[in-house]
């Protein structure tokens, strides 16, 4: 069965600092995808990455930055310099790959706090 | 491109009557759009798989009698929460397969539902 593990409940960082949104998955697929999806007040999901799991390379987008070890089973997600509009839900998820049919699994997620 | 509409983005309902959320892919097809449910502070959850054309796929512990689902066209689904009590009062979300898009889903802004 899949399984998604954001240990993390909630964090509290001061502006500018960075924090680290743990992700830890359970699959016995080997081929998935891994998400990582923001969900400020509003509700709506925002999405963030797709990774495949043939996809180490760590991935950089602005503040935003991934770590994919397949040999830990994490998909880490790093915020530089963050800032308020960064506080919401994050959630880490996972799907099967292999009929290109499936839902996500999401982990319970984490509730980021950015404060002034 | 790849948006996903759902309507009503919120309904408050009194007990025992039924409320129909649907969900439309905009500008792409979809034979798969799958329907979660978010509880206050919780994560998504897996309801049911709805297919055009045929009967959806309920998740264990979901009542089909009374989350009708019906997934008439290539891009509409509807969910009917029948005889709706507070219990019910919930973020549904769906999220809709692109047919062009292997295992790329797109998220619908939600609706929440508040049962008095």
């Known amino acids: 069965a899949q399984k998604v593990t954001q240990a993390q409940t909630e964090i509290s960082v001061v502006e500018k600092e960075d924090v680290t949104l743990d992700c830890v998955y359970e699959?016995?697929?080997?081929?998935?995808?891994l998400f990582w999806y923001k969900q400020p007040p509003s509700g709506e999901l925002v999405f963030l990455i797709r990774?495949?799991?043939?996809?180490?390379q760590n991935e950089i987008s602005g503040r935003y930055s991934w770590n994919f070890q397949k040999s830990t089973s994490s998909f880490n997600f790093t915020i530089t310099a963050s800032q308020v509009v960064d506080s919401a839900v994050y959630f880490c998820?996972?799907?099967?790959?292999?009929?290109?049919?499936?839902?996500?699994?999401f982990g319970k997620g984490t509730r980021l706090s950015v404060i002034a | 491109g790849a948006v996903v509409s759902q309507h009503p983005s919120w309904v408050i309902c009194k007990s025992g009557t039924s409320v129909k959320i649907e969900c439309r892919s905009l500008d792409f097809q979809a034979t798969t759009m799958f329907w979660y449910r978010q509880f206050p502070k919780q994560s998504l959850m897996l309801m049911a798989t709805?297919?055009?054309?045929?009967?959806?796929?309920?998740e264990q512990g979901v009542e089909k009698d009374k989350f009708l689902i019906n997934h008439a066209s290539l891009t509409l689904s509807t969910l009917t929460v029948t005889s709706a009590h507070p219990e019910d009062s919930s973020f549904y979300i769906c999220?809709?397969?692109?047919?062009?898009?292997?295992?790329?889903?797109?998220f619908g802004p939600g609706t929440r539902l508040t049962v008095l």
């Open positions: 709805s297919n055009e054309g045929s009967k959806a796929t309920y």
């Open positions: 990774r495949n799991s043939f996809d180490e």
């Open positions: 699959t016995r697929d080997t081929t998935y995808y």
């Open positions: 999220s809709a397969l692109s047919l062009s898009s292997y295992n790329e889903q797109f």
């Open positions: 998820a996972l799907s099967e790959a292999d009929s290109g049919n499936t839902p996500l699994v």
